[in-house]
């Protein structure tokens, strides 16, 4: 017997579902940024495990969009898709810092039927009594989780914890993927992503967070790949001609990075 299904991530901005997620993977291809909501769609990612049954498991998580109140067409957009991963998924994670109120719990009980997991992240950053306190915080909905994990995205702690508690909730079926397979994004998605990452992490003073990446051009090869990307802004004055270049090395260093 083997099991699979799909989990959810969902959360408010910069509550560190990409960061989880390549985490679980130990390799990236989400993008993290300090910019609130830099996720635009769903992304999955598949990671397998065997439960303490020995029964091997096929976990198909999503990372999605923030959810947030704004009255812009993206932002409203990208809640769409988180809404729609959620509505079509098996297991939803519920990912929260562990500083933050309970404000977003409240809203996504409102939306989320599904059984779900309550996740305190970033709990590298608290103290052993706050940690505490935002778990009895969260008591009073112990019957509405099966089950809540404090861990530590960025510091790998008690992912381990969160795969095991997640595993009994999955239903019985044979996998969705082949085993050897991470994710279904194709490669210029991945690539995508990363050029969008570094945008926000060297050029977010000059370039808006509207900012989006068009491949023109991939090509492939053992030691380097060549892509030819399009920086796509809002407007004329931001404009400027330039290329990426992506060098495949054990670093993997970006080149001739212009914007």
């Not at 098996?90 to 996740?119: R, T």
């Not at 709990?123 to 089950?147: C, G, H, V």
Request: with cysteine; aromatic share 8%; charged share 20%.
């Amino acid at each position: 017997m083997t099991k699979a299904g799909f989990i959810a991530l969902i959360g408010r901005p910069n509550a560190g579902k990409s960061t989880l997620l390549n985490a679980l993977l130990n390799t990236q291809i989400a993008l993290i940024s300090h910019k609130a909501n830099a996720t635009r769609k769903a992304l999955k990612a598949i990671i397998p495990y065997t439960d303490q049954d020995n029964i091997e498991c096929q976990m198909i998580f999503l990372d999605t969009p923030g959810l947030c109140h704004s009255n812009k067409l993206l932002n409203r957009v990208m809640v769409q898709e988180s809404l729609r991963a959620l509505t079509g998924c098996d297991v939803a994670v519920f990912l929260a810092s562990v500083h933050d109120g309970l404000q977003g719990y409240l809203e996504f009980l409102k939306l989320c039927h599904q059984p779900h997991i309550v996740a305190l992240n970033k709990i590298d950053t608290a103290t052993p009594a706050q940690i505490l306190a935002k778990m009895r915080d969260y008591q009073p909905f112990a019957t509405k989780f099966q089950a809540l994990v404090p861990l530590s995205a960025s510091k790998l702690q008690n992912l381990e914890v969160l795969l095991a508690q997640l595993a009994p909730l999955l239903p019985s079926s044979s996998f969705y993927y082949d085993s050897d397979q991470i994710s279904d994004a194709q490669i210029k998605e991945i690539y995508q992503e990363m050029i969008r990452e570094q945008i926000f992490q060297f050029l977010s003073d000059e370039i808006p967070y509207e900012s989006d990446v068009l491949i023109l051009s991939f090509q492939e090869s053992k030691y380097l790949d060549k892509i030819k990307a399009q920086i796509i802004v809002a407007k004329e004055s931001q404009k400027k001609d330039g290329y990426w270049q992506k060098r495949t090395s054990d670093q993997k260093d970006w080149t001739g990075c212009t914007a």
